[in-house]
């Protein structure tokens, strides 16, 4: 079996959990698209279905594909053991939800993703869980607010749609020394450039759905973490049903395998398009954590290998309307929701991530109107900046 530690994380990205499933002589990881799995031994049968021999029986608990995707998200990541949802909400909802009762209290920030902010204002309140929501960077307000107990800290880090970066080592230590389940959605970042884990926290949470799939084709969530909290928010999805399904497992699988070469190709044409907008006469501002003038600069530095591959800015004029010209000039970006792609996509907060957020909401968060994120695709990036020039004449 390919081992955690002891291969290069490129030979892991393309090997890990290859060697799980065969079918005949295949070179490839098969879709087994099988709902169920027979046993004519009743004893077999049962200790599959009791977890005390590995295999499947059911596929809304587990499916051989869906086992391969999560075993190489489990050892990029550097856990103990990986538990996938069918989409990013349907993993960060799952394990909140499994993680949290009535009474329990969450510790967070204002700059979490859209949807998780909606699960942290309106859903865990309605099940009688405590929500605070603290200024993004401001540790030390969110390590007093840990210190007053809390059972879940949960962090994300860089954050959308204004790249904000959180000290995750600091914030974990304070996490832990609260005896909280300290999450990380590492959706932005990707393992090649962060590890949670490494860096103190119990759970890394990935939108499967943007970077490791990378191709904008398939939704999925996975969490990497100890066995003993993956196996609590496994027990919870089981019956939740979300189950990630094997065609997407595959889909997700195929666009991992070159996940460093997508990721060291967007972090460098990001890096690039940042340097030339912070420069460009048309850009007010530029939200990027390598940039020098970027306030989680030197964290990022310490934390993160790569500053990934989404930046977002603000244009001259800074009106919804100067944004959507901008938007609409674009000729190599699609327009949309997503992010993470091998494609490059721009959109605005309003229509994106903050869709589930009211414009007083976006505003209270920090969110100008007119914020453009730009998802760096893998394209050569002399076209993509002068796509961008062109877009902005006249701003
Ligand atoms: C997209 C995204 C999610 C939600 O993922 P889905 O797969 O769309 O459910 C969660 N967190 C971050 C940071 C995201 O970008």
Known sequence: MIGDKDLGFETRAVWAGEDRVSAGEATQVPVVHSVAFAYDDLDEWLEVSLGNRPGHFYTRNTNPTVAVFEEKARVLEGGEAAVSAASGMGIISGALFALLASGDRVVSVKDTYGGTN??????????????????????????????????????????????????????????????????????????????????????????????????????????????????????????????????SAYLLLRGMKTLHLRIERQNANALAIARFLESHPGVERVFYPGLESHPGHDIARRQMRGFGGILSFVTKGGTLEDAGRVLSRLRLARRAANLGSVETIAGIPATTSHVECTAEERRAMGIPESLIRYSVGIENVEDLKADLDQALAGC
């Open 118 to 247: 909606r699960l942290f204002t309106e859903f865990l309140p309605r099940q009688g869980v405590g929500v605070t929501l603290c200024e993004t960077t401001d540790f030390a307000a969110i390590e007093a607010e840990v210190a007053k107990g809390c059972q879940v800290l949960y962090l994300e880090t860089p954050t959308n749609p204004t790249i904000k970066i959180l000290d995750l080592e600091r914030l974990a230590r304070a996490g832990r020394e609260a005896g909280a389940v300290v999450m990380v959605d590492n959706t932005f970042a990707t393992p090649v450039n962060q590890n949670p884990l490494a860096l103190g926290a119990d759970l890394a949470l990935h939108s499967a759905t943007k970077f490791l799939g990378g191709h904008a084709d398939a939704l999925g969530g996975v969490a990497v973490g100890s066995r003993d909290l993956i196996r609590k928010i496994y027990a919870y999805r089981e019956i939740a049903g979300g189950a990630l399904h094997p065609m």
